[in-house]
């Protein structure tokens, strides 16, 4: 098993106030191809440690490591490129362009990145469209769309680079419970096909649905638990859950 990110000793003070330390000396490995998600009561640093480690905001101190590469303190342009090509980010508010069409949407960061031609770009994205079974979508409006129905174009787009690895906050907060439930079942598979996934949820039941589910407490990873691969087809979701519901 091949570790794709390692965080070391990682510290997180929000500005010079040694009290406003949200991340108290945090390690974490994750293995390539685990789908882990992040728990703990609000506040208690979950959303710091996923901008933290994925190059969305500046830790104070500690050390990441994604496939190999140190990327703890990178000049703003290589953390661009970290992000375009080896990261992917889906949100609870999903950060859609309005005036783009859904399609638009997904391809724009890999028309910018320019590492394929636009015709290959394309194909992926109709395939990406088809595995989140949105592909009757590609010129609505976004707009037109449901909340369930974005966070898939939202997953598109976070998918259209091809990152190894993809970082959730709360993905499906927005979401009612029958749409969260098809959004994992859709990361699921998109994890089957090989993508390593980490998002942070207040949501047992979305938990459940994950591998490795880590409990967060005052800035500090206090346990974890390891629940298997999910399979929709084995039905033992509500067992899953028990397992979570102790902490
Ligand atoms: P969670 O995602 O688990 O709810 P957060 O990581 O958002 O927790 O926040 C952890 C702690 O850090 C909270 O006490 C929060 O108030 C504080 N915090 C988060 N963002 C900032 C910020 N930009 N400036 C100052 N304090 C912050
Ligand atoms: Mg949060």
Request: one cysteine or more; a neutral charge; glycine letters at 8%.
């Amino acid at each position: 098993m091949k570790t794709i990110l390692e965080a070391k000793g990682l510290n997180k003070v929000y500005g010079s106030d040694q009290k406003n330390t949200v991340l108290k000396n945090v390690n974490l490995e994750i293995v390539e191809g685990e789908f882990v998600s992040v728990m703990g009561p609000s506040g208690s640093g979950k959303s710091t440690l996923l901008y933290n480690i994925s190059g969305l905001d500046q830790m104070t101190a500690g050390t990441v490591i994604l496939e190999g590469q140190d990327v703890s303190f990178l000049s703003e342009k290589d953390l661009s490129r970290l992000r375009l090509h080896k990261i992917g980010f889906i949100f609870q508010q999903i950060h859609l362009l309005k005036n783009l069409s859904i399609f638009d949407n997904i391809i724009l960061s890999a028309y910018l990145a320019k590492e394929d031609s636009r015709k290959e770009i394309n194909k992926r994205a109709i395939e990406l469209m088809k595995q989140t079974d949105i592909a009757e979508l590609a010129d609505h409006d976004i707009t037109q769309a449901s909340g369930g129905q974005l966070q898939r174009v939202a997953i598109c787009r976070a998918l259209i680079n091809n990152p190894p690895i993809i970082f959730g906050d709360e993905p499906t907060g927005a979401l009612n419970s029958k749409a969260a439930g098809e959004i994992m079942d859709i990361l699921a598979n998109i994890n089957d096909s090989g993508t390593t996934i980490l998002l942070v949820t207040h949501d047992i039941k979305v938990a459940a649905k994950t591998e490795r589910v880590i409990y967060m407490l005052d800035g500090q990873i206090v346990s974890e638990k390891q629940l298997g691969k999910y399979k929709k087809e084995v039905n033992n979701i509500k067992e899953r859950e028990a397992k979570l519901s102790k902490w």
